[in-house]
């Protein structure tokens, strides 16, 4: 099975072909068009014709994508959101989108409404639907609303309430896309309908996106199967991603992350990602990503779906170096994909990272010409850059203890041969393409995440039932159900709940079916 993986990022698109043996067959890496798929089309090409590979043996094409991520910054192509809350007559206090960026509210056009439902933690319900009031709720948005975002209180508990106002909803506006909180966040209602209404506003994004892949790849006459690179180092197919496109949003640094955990066969390690732009640092525990704790904002939005834990620095190949006042400073603004036309060594007028490390000796680039840093002092600066890499693999560090770090990325010439804290710097083959051979290898996936009463059952039926439902989510988003794996598995008892409650997270994961 000949798989395809394509990582489109700020500044390259990055793209390998790996044999069924997930042995790197060809790489390249071209820079980002303006328009994105002008980019993907010619890094295909090129792949093609570097490996004389017969486009009808690729089988698996994936994409890794800061598409959705950056709809939400630049608040473009966004769907105009219907919001449903179950939950009154309480639930009430904080109404939707409440401390949300002005200009974010604004581009959604969202049209609210809260209405009777809801549990309590235990799943006790705390009103019944009133089916009058989603008719009403249905006359307020036909017409009005692009997608919907339908969210319960303590809807991960037990989401039937949520599943049955999308039935209601899918009869009353056939064909609007529907988002449900219970399959997206985790407990805690404001910020997991935050992470839904994104979701919804997300769809046309996602289908614009897939689109344009397939074109790509049917004009190189590529008949394959599409899978998308999710936030948690895994894929999920077309049709998953059609419904969840939010699980794409940090996709590349995690990407980057599986990557260098095959290529360095190190499971337990910390990655840094040098690109063009910025440096993601990354954990890898048990090969893959570790995931944050903590509520994330994307696009200026609080958020408590799964992320990645990912410490990003403005410090990359293009990054502008300048003197300000008797200091230099380093970024965070960068020349991003103009960097041969605009670094000093390449002739342009800017002073970048790229010239500094040359400069100073640490990194060798054909046809540039050093004597354009003559007059810059990079034995001076560049120990800053190294500085600032140190220190953000220290702060990434759960114990004083050295570990492996693992350089990937176009920029991973950057750094010299050791570093602070690690207990040894690995530069693995094929490190500068990493994310997309993180997009081409990724498992298919499966997570639960839900709090339980241990009133009437046992810790162990609790688990196995997590852990079969995890199972059955890995599969429906496209797994082998004869290779699948428990990756995670962790409960917590909750002791501010009554009634012996746990929290209980699993994943599952297993390669693709094809």
Sequence with gaps: MIRLGI??????????????????LGSSKTATTKDIFTGIQKTIKTLLESTNINASEIKVATLGTTHCTNAIVERKALNKVGIVRICLPSGSTVPPLLGWPDDLVEKLEAETA???????FNGAPISQLNFDELKQVADQFRGKVDSIAISGVFSPVLGDQEKEVAAFLEKELPGIPISLSSEIGTIGLIERENATILNAALMSTISHVTQGFERALNDEGINASIYLGQNDGTLMTNSFAQKYPIFTIACGPTNSIRGAAHLSQEPNAIVVDIGGTTTDIGVLSNSFPRQTSLAVEVGGVRTNYRMPDIYSIGFGGGTRVYLEGDSWKIGPESV????TEKALVFGGNELT????AIGAGYMEIENTDVSQVADIPCDKIYPDFVSMVENAIDRMKTSAEDLPVVLVGGGAALMPETLKGASR????????????????????????????????RSHQEILEEAKAEAIQTAIEAGANPDKID????????????????????VKAAGPLLV
């Design 353 to 356: 990272t790229t010239d500094v």
């Design 114 to 120: 809260l209405v009777h439902g809801g549990y309590e």
């Design 425 to 456: 710097v690995i530069r693995p083959e094929h490190a500068s393409v990493a994310n997309a051979i993180g997009a081409a290898l990724g498992d298919i996936s499966g997570t639960v995440e839900r709090i339980y009463t241990l009133e009437n």
């Design 7 to 24: 990582d489109v990022g700020g500044t390259n698109t990055d793209g390998v072909i790996l044999n069924s043996e997930n042995k790197v």
């Design 486 to 505: 428990i990756i995670q598995l962790e409960d917590f008892p909750l002791a501010y709940l009554p009634g012996n409650a746990i929290l209980v997270r």
């Design 336 to 339: 991003g994909y103009q960097l």
